[in-house]
């Protein structure tokens, strides 16, 4: 799109492994049947989009509970969902090129969902980007477990199948980058969401999550960022950037619930 760069925010830190992980690479060898995803180097890593995954159905599912309208369920207002009316309607003003008029449909909370918005879906773009998690060690051996496949017709363990699949040791590091461009404070205070979760340990990435597999934690979040035609021209020639303190980003989550207080409040009037 064409849209101008209002700011850019750039969170940084690191995700360590509370337990083993393992998100498989779709390969396996002559002797494990699932391998760990790993880069050129042979190091494991974590894909940026499997951490972005997560951290979407995370944010998805508080979202709902507070009411802000994720579009999984509901059609009528989001324009992921709604092919007929809002697509069409957001078409059009694609067309036209009218600033303006595109902002007041991505900022109009019956016309795209607070989760879309921040995350983009087949229809708008996205406002963030998460790069490839890299190993911080030198190295990391990757061990093999053993698991039993399991039928999922019957939920009954297959004849032999025994299932092997490397992990990833635990505590492990991976270098966490998440960079966010043209985020409103109701962007700030969603993602607030979701990195609190991550903070606090409420985060499984990978396979054989229901068996506690794959517990990480964020830690040593740092948070930088510039904003505006000033901002962006001091980014350009120095490199400036101005920090934010993690405890004021966390902060912003209090807007969220107190707009939901309001919310119930106007319900109940
Ligand atoms: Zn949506």
């Given at each position: 799109?064409?849209e101008?760069?209002?700011?850019?925010y750039?969170?940084?830190?690191?995700?360590?492994?509370?337990?083993e992980?393992?998100?498989?690479?779709?390969?396996?060898?002559?002797t494990?049947?699932?391998?760990?995803?790993?880069?050129?180097?042979?190091?494991?890593?974590i894909?940026?989009?499997?951490v972005?995954?997560?951290?979407?159905?995370?944010?998805?599912?508080?979202?709902?509970?507070l009411?802000k309208?994720?579009?999984?369920?509901?059609?009528?207002?989001?324009?992921?969902?709604s092919?007929d009316?809002?697509?069409?309607?957001?078409?059009?003003?694609?067309?036209?090129?009218?600033?303006?008029?595109?902002?007041?449909?991505?900022?109009?909370?019956?016309?795209?969902c607070?989760?879309?918005?921040?995350?983009?879906?087949t229809?708008?773009?996205s406002?963030?980007?998460?790069?490839d998690?890299?190993l911080?060690?030198?190295?990391?051996?990757?061990?093999?477990?053993?698991?039993?496949?399991?039928?999922?017709?019957t939920?009954?363990?297959?004849?032999?199948?025994?299932?092997?699949?490397?992990?990833?040791?635990k505590?492990?590091?991976?270098?966490?980058?998440?960079?966010?461009?043209?985020?409103?404070?109701?962007?700030?205070?969603?993602?607030?969401?979701?990195?609190?979760?991550?903070?606090?340990g409420?985060?499984?990435?990978?396979?054989?999550?229901?068996?506690?597999?794959?517990?990480?934690?964020?830690k040593?979040l740092?948070?930088?960022?510039f904003?505006?035609?000033?901002?962006?021209?001091?980014y350009?020639?120095?490199?400036?950037?101005?920090?934010?303190?993690?405890?004021?980003?966390?902060?912003?989550?209090?807007?969220?619930?107190?707009?939901?207080?309001?919310?119930?409040?106007?319900?109940?009037?």
């Amino acid at each position: 799109m064409f849209e101008k760069l209002e700011n850019r925010y750039f969170f940084t830190g690191k995700l360590v492994l509370e337990n083993e992980m393992h998100i498989g690479s779709g390969k396996g060898d002559g002797t494990t049947d699932a391998l760990v995803v790993k880069d050129f180097n042979e190091k494991p890593f974590i894909p940026g989009s499997s951490v972005r995954g997560v951290l979407r159905s995370t944010i998805e599912r508080i979202a709902a509970s507070l009411g802000k309208n994720p579009c999984l369920l509901e059609s009528d207002n989001c324009v992921t969902n709604s092919r007929d009316v809002l697509q069409k309607e957001f078409k059009k003003l694609l067309e036209k090129k009218n600033k303006a008029q595109i902002d007041a449909f991505l900022n109009n909370d019956s016309k795209i969902c607070s989760v879309c918005r921040l995350f983009g879906s087949t229809v708008v773009a996205s406002k963030i980007r998460i790069t490839d998690l890299l190993l911080e060690e030198e190295k990391a051996e990757p061990s093999v477990r053993h698991g039993v496949a399991i039928n999922r017709d019957t939920e009954t363990a297959q004849d032999k199948a025994k299932f092997d699949f490397e992990v990833v040791p635990k505590e492990s590091s991976f270098s966490f980058e998440l960079i966010g461009e043209n985020l409103t404070d109701d962007d700030l205070a969603l993602l607030a969401v979701g990195i609190q979760e991550m903070m606090d340990g409420n985060f499984w990435l990978g396979g054989n999550t229901a068996r506690g597999l794959g517990r990480c934690k964020l830690k040593g979040l740092a948070i930088k960022y510039f904003k505006g035609a000033d901002g962006l021209k001091q980014y350009l020639t120095d490199k400036t950037l101005t920090s934010m303190p993690v405890k004021d980003f966390l902060n912003s989550i209090k807007s969220l619930v107190r707009e939901e207080a309001r919310y119930a409040q106007e319900d109940i009037e």
